[in-house]
């Protein structure tokens, strides 16, 4: 039986500091009226749709942060189980390898165990959403012209942590009794980064086995494609 939210997923365990939304902002209201459709019940392709008379980047602005702080939530529990030793190489089965790029210290594709490959992301991801000349909370100041090529990025990259959690670790989340909040969190990414056409068709190839799940999946018929997309030969990096 799964468990509540509270007993399966610790705070304490998250890379980052959660990032929050400043009560009486604009998108601190938007998140409240994005969690309360959430939570309302309502089918996931209707509320990552944007309210109308909404700001597109406000609301997409939104949903990284909520993204950020879920995935690393989910990611920080479970990655107990995500060592160097178990993981050496951040990646997807035999078939998919991520190599991070930062421009700074790592500044050509270079290979990482997962666990370092997920610190460097989460790290990565809390500069970019802190910076107010990308994600600016200030009334009036405008987003930038490449804040929608920004978050795409984002987004690529917290693709690939469900990419490693689903087909490395789907064991331990089925252990915690974690697999319908993953899973939900899951369905609520796809669809939100589908309407928005936020992510390239490509990058989601490794998941593709999950979209005949994405309404009615079982917990043995995903164990066993995750079991089957292990075992594809590697893709040439």
Not at 9 to 17: A, E, I, Q, S
Not at 19 to 32: I, N
Not at 195 to 208: A, G, K, T
């Given at each position: 039986m799964a468990l509540c939210l509270s007993q399966v997923?610790?705070?304490?365990?998250?890379?980052?500091?959660r990032?929050?939304?400043?009560?009486?902002?604009?998108?601190?209201?938007?998140?409240?009226k994005a969690q309360a459709s959430l939570k309302s019940g309502l089918d996931l392709k209707t509320v990552v749709q944007l309210p109308p008379g909404e700001n597109i980047n406000d609301w997409i602005a939104v949903h990284v942060v909520d993204f950020f702080n879920r995935i690393n939530l989910i990611y920080g529990t479970m990655s107990e189980f995500c060592t160097q030793k178990s993981c050496p190489i951040m990646s997807g089965g035999l078939k998919y390898e991520y190599r991070w790029q930062d421009d700074h210290k790592y500044k050509r594709p270079t290979k990482?165990?997962?666990p370092q490959y997920m610190?460097?992301?989460?790290?990565?991801?809390?500069?970019?959403?802190?910076?107010?000349?990308?994600?600016?909370?200030?009334?009036?100041?405008?987003?930038?012209?490449?804040?929608?090529?920004?978050?795409?990025?984002?987004?690529t990259r917290l693709f690939r942590v469900f990419v490693h959690v689903y087909i490395h670790h789907f064991d331990s989340i089925i252990s915690m009794g974690a697999e319908a909040h993953v899973n939900t969190c899951y369905k609520h990414f796809y669809y939100f980064i589908r309407?928005?056409?936020?992510?390239?068709?490509?990058?989601?190839?490794?998941?593709?086995f999950l979209k005949p799940c994405l309404c009615h999946s079982t917990q043995k018929y995903l164990l066993v494609l995750v079991g089957l997309v292990a075992m594809w030969p590697l893709r040439p990096p």
């Open positions: 997923f610790n705070k304490d365990k998250t890379f980052r500091p990032k929050k939304f400043e009560p009486g902002t604009q998108r601190f209201e938007l998140y409240k990482l165990p997962a610190c460097m992301l989460m790290e990565w991801i809390e500069m970019l959403i802190n910076n107010e000349d990308i994600f600016p909370t200030r009334i009036g100041v405008p987003f930038p012209k490449n804040f929608q090529q920004v978050c795409t990025k984002i987004l309407e928005f056409s936020l992510i390239d068709h490509r990058e989601l190839e490794p998941l593709s």
